[in-house]
C-alpha cells in the first residue's frame, strides 16, 4: 500500500509518515498542494492523507480538482478545522473520512487501513463476517444467504464494523462516519442502530459492546475458519 500524506507541518508529517510505515504503508509527503497534484497526477497511491490549510493550493481546492478529474483514490482529510459544517462540506466534497486535530496516531492508521479495505471491496465484492455477508453496491446484509431488511443508517453501522472487525469501534468513530449529512447524530442513537442490529442478525454474531470505548465485531471462535 502507497500512501501520500499532504502537510505543511514537517514534525506533524514525519509522525503520521512513521506511523503508517508501522501499518506496512509506503509513504511519500508533500508540503503544498500544487507539489500534490503533480505527484497525484503521476497515479500510484492507494491513499491520499490532506490536510486543509495548505500553502499555493489549499487542500479543498485540490479534492474538488481531483474528484473533478474524476481520481477516486480514498481521501482522509486531517484538519483543525473541527465544525460540523466543515466536516460536512469536506465529505460533500469528495473526502471519504474526515478526523480532527489534535488526534491519535494510532487512530489515524485504523482509518488508513479502513479505507483502502473499503476501496478493494468496491466493484461487487462484499465484506464477509463468519456467517455475515455485506454489499456494499447493493446496501444488502445477509446472514447464511438470507437477505435482512435493515434501515440505512443500520446498514451504514454494520458496513464500517465488517470493515473493522476485529477491531475496537468506538461511538465517536461511528458518529463521524454518519456525519456525511447534517442529521445530528447522537451517542444514544448509536446504541439504538447497535441494538437493533443484534435483534436483526442476532445475538450470537460476535458484535460485543465494550462498556465505555466502544464495539468489538469479531467472527465466533467456532466460525473463524470460514469466514
Avoid at 459544517?85 to 489515524?108: H, T
Amino acid at each position: 500500500m502507497k500512501a501520500l500524506i499532504v502537510e505543511d507541518n514537517d514534525n506533524l508529517a514525519r509522525s503520521i509518515a512513521s506511523t503508517l510505515e508501522e501499518a506496512s504503508f509506503t509513504i511519500d509527503v508533500a508540503c503544498d498542494g500544487e507539489k500534490a497534484l503533480l505527484m497525484l497526477q503521476q497515479g500510484g497511491y492507494d491513499l491520499l492523507v490532506l490536510d486543509l490549510g495548505l500553502p499555493l493550493l489549499d487542500g479543498m481546492s485540490l479534492l474538488r480538482l481531483l474528484r473533478h478529474q474524476q481520481n477516486t483514490i480514498p481521501v482522509l482529510i486531517i484538519s483543525a478545522r473541527d465544525t460540523l459544517d466543515q466536516r460536512i462540506l469536506g465529505l460533500e466534497v469528495g473526502a471519504d473520512d474526515y478526523l480532527c486535530k489534535p488526534f491519535s496516531l494510532n487512530e489515524v492508521a485504523a482509518r488508513a487501513r479502513a479505507l483502502v479495505r473499503r476501496a478493494k471491496h468496491f466493484g461487487g465484492e462484499s465484506l464477509r463476517c463468519g456467517r455475515l455477508e455485506f454489499f456494499p453496491d447493493a446496501m444488502e446484509l445477509r446472514v447464511d444467504g438470507q437477505a435482512l431488511t435493515l434501515h440505512r443508517r443500520e446498514l451504514e453501522v454494520i458496513e464500517y464494523l465488517l470493515i473493522n472487525q476485529n477491531r475496537l469501534v468506538s461511538k465517536d468513530q461511528i458518529i463521524d462516519r454518519l456525519s456525511s449529512t447534517d442529521e445530528a447524530i447522537s451517542y444514544a442513537a448509536v446504541e439504538t442502530y447497535i441494538s437493533r442490529i443484534r435483534k436483526k442478525i442476532g445475538h450470537d454474531f460476535g458484535l460485543k459492546t465494550v462498556r465505555g470505548l466502544g464495539y468489538y465485531l469479531a467472527p465466533p471462535a467456532s466460525e473463524e475458519g470460514a469466514s
